[in-house]
């Protein structure tokens, strides 16, 4: 089996990340070979399970599997206090560790609740989506939302290894890869011109998920997290360019209660807001304003936000976890 792996040099832990065609039936293999703890506990949503439950759990011994329930309704501390019933009847201790099976929500979920379990645990993502692989995967971001604002509540916990298995987005609906498909235009606009070269002129092959065409898209988001976050590893400097697209972006989601928007798609609105605000201060051209639009508009129809009040989102984003000593600190292209 072709391995890709990609070392993140994050100061508190470095870890690999290991991309590979059914990676997912040696998960057990894999986490040997990183020394992970024998005492594994799954975590993963009933979807996710019933689809790949049978590779994943293939050879691999667990302690006990705890399935949550997935999507941005469920990210919150209640479910996690799920996570953590579990963890105690399994009798899980500082020397167990977690192995988070699913999208981002179920990532950033099981890292918060290995994050302060014990006051820390080790945990290991595996990404079934489109989105937590070229994203929320790496970089050790963990937390849940409150009804106030997204990801109000979390903390920085580097997992051990983030594994992917690029099969596991063979089964995702158009909908929630297209979702993803937004995250890497984030990458491309705030980060490398090349790879928006590449989503524009591989759009077709990438939006058939054609393995030639998807793989190095996915290959160079993850090497540009890596880097980042190996440079400036708790948003204090660099990495904050990651965060384009998502100011306005998590507003949508907050007043929409988190019902209308997959994350994606409201950071593609969030983009949209700073392509404007970016072109209204002179700093993006009218021609590269332009290009992003049309590129954006390429991956299909946004949910609608007619209905929604200008004097909410600001609401929202006057509570943006980005504010520091009250002043907010937005990303423009």
């Known amino acids: 089996m072709d391995l890709t792996r990609i070392d993140v040099a994050a100061p508190s832990r470095p870890y690999p990340v290991l991309l590979g065609e059914d990676l997912a039936s040696r998960l057990k293999v894999h986490l040997d070979e990183i020394r992970f703890p024998d005492r594994r506990i799954l975590v993963s949503s009933p979807r996710v399970w019933r689809l790949h439950g049978a590779r994943v759990s293939s050879g691999f011994e667990a302690l006990a599997l705890i399935v949550v329930p997935d999507g941005e309704r469920s990210k919150h501390l209640r479910t996690v206090s799920r996570i953590y019933d579990g963890l105690i009847a399994a009798g899980a201790d500082r020397g167990s560790g977690v192995v988070a099976v699913g999208g981002g929500v179920v990532g950033d979920m099981a890292?918060?609740?290995a994050a302060t379990y014990l006051r820390g645990m080790e945990v290991a993502h595996v990404p079934t989506t489109l989105l937590a692989q070229v994203d929320s995967a790496i970089g050790g971001k963990t937390g849940v939302n409150l009804r106030e604002g997204k990801n109000l509540v979390g903390a920085f916990h580097q997992p051990s290894a983030v594994l992917m298995d690029p099969s596991f987005l063979?089964?995702?609906?158009?909908?929630?890869?297209?979702?993803?498909?937004?995250?890497?235009l984030k990458y491309a606009i705030a980060c490398s011109a090349p790879l928006f070269d590449r989503l524009d002129g591989d759009f077709d092959s990438i939006a058939r998920r054609l393995a030639p065409a998807l793989l190095p898209v996915i290959e160079e988001c993850c090497r540009i997290k890596a880097r980042i976050v190996t440079e400036?590893?708790?948003?204090?400097g660099v990495r904050r360019v990651l965060n384009f697209g998502h100011t306005a972006g998590h507003a949508f989601?907050?007043?929409?209660?988190?019902r209308r928007f997959r994350h994606g798609e409201a950071v593609a609105y969030g983009m949209l807001v700073a392509a404007e605000l970016g072109h209204r201060r002179r700093r993006f051209?009218?021609?590269?304003?332009d290009a992003f639009a049309r590129l954006l508009w390429r991956f299909g129809g946004l949910?609608?936000?007619r209905d929604l009040r200008?004097?909410?989102l600001?609401?929202?984003?006057?509570?943006d976890k980005k504010i520091v000593d009250g002043r907010l600190h937005f990303v423009l292209p």
């Open 310 to 312: 200008t004097s909410e």
């Open 303 to 305: 949910p609608p936000i």
């Open 232 to 236: 400036d590893e708790r948003d204090q």
């Open 314 to 319: 600001m609401e929202v984003i006057t509570r």
């Open 253 to 258: 989601e907050a007043v929409t209660r988190y």
């Open 285 to 289: 051209d009218t021609g590269a304003r």
């Open 170 to 184: 063979r089964t995702l609906d158009r909908r929630e890869f297209r979702a993803g498909l937004y995250e890497v």
């Open 111 to 113: 890292g918060f609740a």
